[in-house]
């Protein structure tokens, strides 16, 4: 009896952490698609989103955009 419910846990656990495991791959491709259209695009569409996850958006946003404005400033500098 120990045994098989045992089995049925560990087996409800995986299909449970794959299903986490999808939903975190989605929302991180969903946050670098919309970082990408804030670095990109001069008015990107809003993210109607959790706020947290308007926060992280927002920061790998900057983030990203502030590392391409160093590579662009180095390279015009480098041709220059």
């Known amino acids: 009896m120990d045994a098989a419910r045992t089995k049925i846990l560990n087996h409800r656990i995986r299909v449970i952490k794959h299903e986490v495991t999808e939903r975190q791959e989605a ?3 969903r946050t ?3 970082a990408i259209l ?3 695009n001069r008015n990107p569409p809003p993210l109607d989103a959790d706020p947290k996850l ?3 958006t927002y920061r790998l946003t900057r983030f ?3 590392l391409a404005e160093a590579k662009a400033e180095d390279d015009a500098n480098d041709r220059a």
């Open 32 to 34: 670098c698609d919309q």
């Open 64 to 66: 990203h955009k502030t």
């Open 54 to 56: 308007q926060e992280w």
């Open 38 to 40: 804030n670095i990109t």
């Open 27 to 29: 929302l991180w491709a």
